[in-house]
């Protein structure tokens, strides 16, 4: 290649309220070459991409540091709009795509192409004709060029999702100016025959020009498609390299490798856990959206604390949900032996089982409520319990303060007293209270999802050493879903990851960080075999 | 069997008519008659409707405000004596700065309570009665002077109850003149006997081409496109709450203009009275048609208009001859006018439901 790269980024930052996601990267990406972008959720990528697109999210918290050259020219990109004109496409991971409109309308959405009317000689443009036939001969040729076969009058509506992503990929083909693509993780929703043939589609794409930027979890495409990988940590970059220099298990571990000294893990050896299963999963599908779990087998043992873990959007999340019957969900659970009734979430809680959602202001507080209330607002509704006796039966106010004002103490929940509004309290505390309203149920076995998220660092300690505590000392069993690998290994005594809505394998807190990356990216019984399950 | 079920609110409808029909006891003739008079004079109503639903904001309950643009215009044809049919065309055009004001500012409102249109248009529509009333009523012979008292109530300020229109009463319908010499085949020489406005016809036929060719335009293309979606249409560039103050305004100006064909076929306004019920009979008029909240046609329009009105003929006389009260008839229209809108309503809400699941 001579001349200048087609896109450069120079140094790139960029800060969130003081809090730096992405510390001084710096790539390029040739004419015609294929670029991968891989690393764990809230590694960078999506900040960098919205830098890159001008979305209104990084100029309205104060802009970045860094440069932008396209073709040796330096771009000030400050809307979609203008990276659109720059020739900088786009293709979302989740389907920009209208169902009640032909793949041709689509394709050409807000780029019609039109012809006089008598109209609009007097009111313009929007009055023009559509040029049906033009639209058509356009888009047949931008599907074309991807092997599309199919009619290009279709509605997009009962397309299967292969064919809606190359329709996505055909309408930024077909903005005539496109030089740079952004492939947010097509891969993610196809079959591996679908997925193949976008790869065969990239190769077309790059044959005429166009440069790709990659971003896939899917580390063996990643391999076969890039000509450069740029591998992103905690913002940073960690690496850049060539798949011709390295391996898929390279790879992984250089996304996980987060150190963790072993003396941080309280985990226990399996040997110290009995094959006792106080609740045994099997074949449970949850229709949870975005987070769809399809058909997981699971097994929690009485007495430990069983981390569920995976990326975003494979379903780990949904595994405590459905089981607690916040969505439709199917299959078969059991616990102690007992089936549970799914899809009924007083089942789930008169059956001693607790749930802290990850979801903590939408599911899992009453914000305008005191926090004492909030503590006992289940056990009220679901046991029976701080109300007076009597036929009549009202609420005990003053065991409900008293309970309160204990839990208070023992959580260190930092506020002005019992009676204060939840909506009030930090991240950290309302998280304390959902945490003491799942404790007073006095479940054996508690799900606890993401307790962690958008927690400052001496919160998240103290939540996590109270999970530990009430694990050891009254032998609660704790499922504790998280995106955060580290958190997990920290205190789990087993940690299950889940890929596409299914089990992938269960890992040992001490295994090694190329293990947790592979089984991540769904690779690892490529590596292993089928001994892990 | 799935097509009985797509349509099953028409096929409800025209089963309820020929039943209605059957037991009222009237003649073809009378019946055809005045279900054609009907059909001209509220058609245009119902169709003005189709753009917002199409736009993605629902039935227009906001037409109410076309409606009272049409009759200001009504009224300064009255006040200057314009007559004839150039006195009714100059009320259309009269009617289109108020109406373009109306639906601008209901457009306006519409994009604060996106997702809420139904609603925001139904007490918008209360809302601006009570404007309505405080012009009519009180600033007429007050701030705006009127010379010819007699339209004025006997205090001097405000107008009288109702005001007449013969001054332009049937300007278009008159023209329906459609009587030829000489015809012998019996089925011609029956509906030789209906009174065909051939020219309101004839202009709502026009207002079903111009809709049609609407939708093939940038601008209609813009209306669906935002009807569908509105983060994919703001993502592709489109500016979607330009389009959608301009789907309202096109609704209220066709609503002014409806509003007007079917005072000039009463040949009368009740000031305080006549715009009040346009919005929900022309909302039922277009769900009975088979039209949904999110999906109607011109066809759709044209027949509920026809199912609606049948109903409305047949009911009283029906209802006198089955439970020997009148009453007992119109009650039952009423009940199913806004019954079809209540289950309609519903419907939807369900459909859009399990559709998320």
């Keep these: 290649m001579t001349g200048a790269a087609r896109l450069e980024m120079k140094n790139i930052s960029k800060q969130y309220y003081g809090n730096r996601v992405l510390k001084g990267l710096s790539f390029s990406v040739n004419k015609g070459e294929v670029l991968s972008l891989v690393g764990e959720n809230g590694a960078g990528k999506s900040t960098l991409m919205n830098i890159l697109f001008g979305m209104p999210v990084i100029h309205s918290t104060g802009g970045f540091d860094g440069e932008i050259f396209l073709d040796g020219e330096k771009a000030n990109i400050k809307s979609p709009e203008e990276a659109m004109k720059l020739g900088i496409g786009m293709v979302h991971q989740e389907f920009m795509l209208l169902p009640g409109f032909t793949i041709t309308e689509n394709i050409k959405l807000n780029r019609e192409i039109t012809k006089d009317s008598l109209l609009s000689k007097i009111f313009g443009k929007p009055m023009k004709w559509l040029d049906l036939p033009a639209m058509k001969a356009d888009a047949r040729q931008s599907m074309d060029t991807i092997g599309l076969g199919i009619d290009e009058m279709l509605p997009v509506r009962g397309l299967p999702v292969g064919h809606m992503q190359f329709v996505e990929i055909a309408r930024e083909l077909d903005k005539k100016n496109i030089r740079l693509l952004v492939l947010d993780e097509p891969t993610a929703v196809l079959t591996e025959s679908d997925a193949d043939k976008l790869l065969e589609a990239m190769k077309i794409l790059t044959g005429k020009g166009i440069s790709i930027l990659f971003i896939s979890h899917r580390l063996d495409e990643v391999m076969a498609a890039s000509d450069k990988i740029v591998v992103l940590r905690d913002g940073e970059q960690i690496a850049e390299t060539r798949p011709s220099e390295t391996t898929i298990d390279r790879i992984a571990e250089l996304m996980v490798g987060r150190k963790i000294e072993s003396g941080e893990m309280v985990g226990r050896p399996p040997s110290e856990l009995k094959d006792d299963y106080i609740l045994e999963i099997r074949d449970l599908s949850v229709a949870m959206p975005g987070e769809r779990v399809k058909g997981v087998n699971l097994d929690v043992k009485r007495g430990e604390i069983l981390g569920i873990g995976g990326l975003a959007g494979q379903g780990k999340i949904g595994i405590a949900n459905g089981i607690m019957g916040l969505f439709p969900s199917d299959g078969d659970v059991k616990k102690n032996g007992k089936t549970i009734k799914l899809n009924a979430a007083r089942a789930s809680l008169d059956n001693a089982m607790a749930f802290v959602s990850e979801d903590r202001r939408g599911t899992g507080l009453l914000l305008d409520d005191s926090i004492e209330f909030n503590i006992v607002a289940t056990a009220i509704q679901v046991q029976g319990k701080f109300l007076t006796p009597g036929k009549v039966r009202i609420l005990d106010s003053q065991a409900m303060t008293g309970l309160a004002t204990n839990m208070i103490q023992e959580l260190d929940i930092r506020c002005t007293g019992p009676g204060q509004l939840t909506r009030r309290l930090s991240g950290g505390n309302q998280q304390k209270v959902c945490i003491a309203r799942a404790i007073i149920l006095e479940p054996n076995l508690l799900f606890v999802s993401e307790p962690t998220r958008g927690i400052d660092i001496g919160a998240k300690k103290l939540i996590l050493d109270h999970l530990v505590k009430l694990n050891r000392d009254n032998g609660l069993t704790i499922v504790m879903t998280s995106s955060e690998l580290a958190e997990l290994r920290s205190i789990c005594d087993r940690i299950a990851i889940v890929y596409q809505g299914k089990l992938e394998g269960i890992l040992l807190p001490t295994d090694s960080d190329r293990d947790f990356g592979l089984m991540m990216a769904g690779e690892y019984h490529k590596f292993h075999g089928k001994e892990a399950v | ?357």
């Design chain 2, 1 to 357: 069997m799935r097509l009985l079920q797509k349509n099953i609110v028409p096929i409800v409808f025209i089963v309820l008519c020929t039943i209605g029909f059957h037991y009222s006891g009237l003649s073809w003739m009378f019946f055809a008659n005045d279900l054609m008079t009907r059909l001209a004079r509220n058609s245009f109503l119902v169709i003005s409707l189709i753009i917002p639903v199409l736009a993605g904001m629902g039935l227009n309950f906001g037409i109410v405000l076309g409606a009272m643009a049409g009759q200001f215009a009504a009224f300064i044809t009255v006040v200057y004596n314009l007559t004839g049919i150039t006195g009714f065309f100059l009320a259309c055009v009269l009617s289109i700065p108020f109406a373009v004001l109306f639906g601008w500012l209901t457009g306006i409102l519409f994009n604060k309570a996106k997702g809420k249109e139904m609603i925001t248009g139904l007490i918008l529509g209360f809302f601006a009665n009570g404007l309505y009333q405080l012009v009519c009523l009180i600033f007429i012979g007050w701030i705006i002077p009127i010379s010819n008292k007699a339209l004025l109530l006997p205090s001097g300020i405000g107008f009288v109850n109702t005001l007449d229109l013969k001054i332009w009463q049937y300007a278009i319908d008159k023209f329906y003149v459609f009587k030829l010499k000489g015809i012998t085949t019996p089925l011609l020489k029956y509906l030789n006997n209906i009174n065909f406005p051939v020219l309101t016809l004839i202009i709502v036929a026009l207002l079903c081409t111009a809709v049609y060719l609407l939708f093939r335009t940038k601008l209609g293309q813009d209306f669906r496109a935002v009807g569908q979606n509105r983060h994919i249409a703001e993502v592709a560039g489109i500016k979607v709450d330009r389009v959608r103050i301009i789907a309202v305004i096109f609704s209220t100006v066709l609503a002014a203009w409806g509003q007007l064909i079917f005072l000039q076929n009463i040949g009368n306004v009740q000031v305080y009275g006549s715009h009040v019920q346009v919005g929900t009979f022309a909302v039922a008029a277009l769900l009975i048609g088979g039209a949904s909240v999110s999906k109607a046609t011109i066809g759709q329009a044209l027949l509920g208009t026809v199912l609606f009105h049948a109903l409305f003929i047949v009911s009283p006389l029906a209802g006198k001859n089955i439970m020997g009260s009148a009453q007992v008839g119109e009650y039952f229209r009423v009940f199913v006018a806004y019954g079809v809108i209540g289950i309609a309503l519903a419907l939807h809400a369900w459909q859009r439901l399990t559709k998320k699941e």
